[in-house]
């Protein structure tokens, strides 16, 4: 008979394939090392420490080749919609049969899919036992004898492992018996490489999860700082640019102002021309220390986000991810001041005012949907709006839009 199904067990003993030269990386999860450590040591164990589906694959066919004497060593996995994809393969000199899809029942690799069970055939182009759908690239390899062996976890088959010869003979119980511990080792190593694989991306999505709140809470910040830096510089200058009180060029006061006034009658002008008396002064003092506390929270904030940048954030895909706006002129600044709203909240509120959605907003602003939510909620508390449309109105009223 040319197809038979191969012995669920075969007591045979093989000596144990060269190691690959890869080690496993330390994120390996608990729960893959404790599977590892219950495989036999002659069983491939070295296939479950690469963590990785395609590389397991890959050795797992040049391996089928290597210890059945084959010339073809192939091997599947089931992809959507059921059917087995020959994703890697050893020892092929075309192309037909690479990533070919094979549906449960069709040809050798198919009846494996449907029953579960390992099969071979002596002689592929001729048997009665399989169906011929991939004849043509099975010739054009110049395929004979195949046997395939199912890849299964818990009874489920999750791929197909093959190894093929370039003439018609059958394969030895040993090496079908290799074949089926190799099948057995490589559904191991998937289950690990899938459950390292779902390890790594929660880890990675609680990152972006913890990017994406700092680029939050640090945009706000920056706005907030921002805003207080600009308005203790403008109180400390006065019309002439000059900080507010300091002394004209050479330590002279202002023209009309008298020595001593406002200050004692003792003062003299030396201290006039040192101008302690237009720059001193607790308030003055501590104005300036408020500016420097928060320009150095600003350059920190600043420096927290290049670091969130650093780090692919994705909201932070262009530029900073708090880009300025501009201000057409002076006196909607001063509208600005007097509503109390930030440039970001007006950038935010105009446009909602054309009719923007949120995640629209957010998509021209570089800017997480929360934090428009954020902003906007700010500008109309401080307009005093219960909703969008009232804040646009209350806004166009103060000159804003």
């Known amino acids: 008979m040319d197809t038979s199904a191969v012995p669920a067990s075969v007591p045979a003993v093989v000596p144990a394939p060269r190691p690959v030269s890869r080690s496993a990386p330390a994120s390996a999860s608990v729960s893959a090392v404790s599977a590892v450590s219950a495989v036999p040591a002659s069983a491939h164990t070295d296939l479950v420490g690469l963590l990785d589906r395609r590389a397991a694959l890959l050795e797992a066919a040049r391996r089928a080749r290597e210890l059945t004497g084959a010339d073809i060593g192939l091997a599947g996995q089931v992809e959507a919609g059921g059917a087995a994809v020959l994703r890697t393969w050893a020892g092929t000199r075309r192309d037909g049969l690479h ?45 004979r004898a195949m046997a395939g062996v199912p890849v299964s976890v818990e009874g489920r088959v999750i791929g197909t492992l093959y190894a093929a010869r370039r003439e018609a003979s059958g394969f030895a119980d040993t090496a079908l018996d290799e074949l089926r511990r190799l099948a057995d080792a490589t559904a191991l190593a998937l289950t690990v490489a899938d459950r390292a694989r779902a390890r790594r991306e929660a880890e990675l999505a609680a990152e972006r999860r913890r990017l994406d709140a700092l680029h939050d809470s640090v945009g706000l910040l920056l706005d907030t700082l921002d805003e207080q830096v600009r308005g203790l510089r403008a109180g400390r200058r006065g019309p002439s640019g000059r900080p507010a009180g300091t002394p004209r060029p050479g330590g002279f006061p202002p023209r009309g102002a008298r020595p001593g006034a406002g200050t004692g009658a003792g003062e003299s002008r030396e201290s006039w021309r040192g101008g302690e008396s237009w720059r001193g002064g607790p308030e003055r003092d501590g104005c300036r220390e408020r500016l420097e506390h928060l320009e150095h929270r600003l350059a920190e904030a600043r420096a927290l986000l290049r670091s ?41 509120l105009r446009l909602v005012s054309v009719g923007r959605t949120n995640p629209e907003i957010a998509e021209e602003l570089d800017l997480a949907r929360n934090t428009v939510k954020t902003y906007l909620q700010a500008a109309m508390h401080k307009l005093g709006a219960r909703n969008r449309m009232e804040a646009t109105v209350r806004a166009r009223e103060a000159g804003l839009l």
């Open 99 to 143: 990533d070919l899809v094979v549906p449960a029942g069709f040809g050798l690799g198919g009846k494996v899919l449907q029953t579960s069970r390992p099969y071979w055939v002596r002689d592929y182009p001729r048997s009665r036992s399989i169906t011929h759908h991939f004849d043509e690239p099975i010739r054009a390899e110049g395929i």
């Open 308 to 348: 969130a940048k650093a780090h692919g954030s994705p909201v932070l895909r262009s530029g900073t991810g708090v880009r300025r706006g501009t201000v057409a002129d002076e006196g909607l600044r001063v509208r600005l001041r007097e509503a109390g709203l930030t440039r970001r909240e007006y950038e935010v």
